[in-house]
């Protein structure tokens, strides 16, 4: 760990303050690019960050970034280690995120955008940008007709 500061809270304040459902977490090599993307390119709020740690709100769903290191005696260290690109063949949703304008954002700081914004079949417009450690967001609102 290369904590330098004190976390929002303790860690087991955090995690019995989580709901019931699903939680997502992803282990990031590099902090500071991960935190800018989920803050200018999806609209996240930092509830929290430091050099091992992020905990982020967007449309009122928690998630979680852990660095590299932070992980170095997980079990899961050893299936990213040396891997270019994470999460291959995952998609991260985010529902009521307007995909236009986390686009434009996409566009705006250089990102990889997949799929440009489109109304799909099944009632969502959406689009597919690739974050800086290769995962795949797909903000996503209702079609309104």
């Avoid at 590099?30 to 905990?55: N, T």
Wanted: charged share 25%; proline share 6%.
């Amino acid at each position: 760990m290369k904590r330098s500061k004190e976390p929002w809270m303790p860690a087991e304040d955090f995690g019995r303050s989580l709901p019931r459902g699903i939680g997502v977490n992803l282990l990031v090599s590099d902090m500071q690019a991960e935190l800018a993307f989920c803050r200018d390119c999806l609209g996240a709020m930092i509830l929290d960050s430091d050099e091992d740690f992020a905990a982020l709100e967007v449309c009122g769903s928690v998630f979680m970034l852990h660095a590299d290191h932070a992980y170095a005696s997980h079990p899961l260290s050893g299936i990213v280690a040396g891997s270019e690109t994470r999460g291959a063949g995952v998609e991260i949703r985010i529902y009521g995120l307007d995909p236009d304008k986390a686009e434009s954002r996409a566009r705006a700081r250089g990102d990889h955008v997949l799929a440009g914004s489109l109304d799909k079949p099944h009632g969502l417009r959406e689009c597919f940008i690739v974050d800086p450690h290769g995962y795949v967001w797909v903000p996503g609102k209702q079609i309104r007709r």
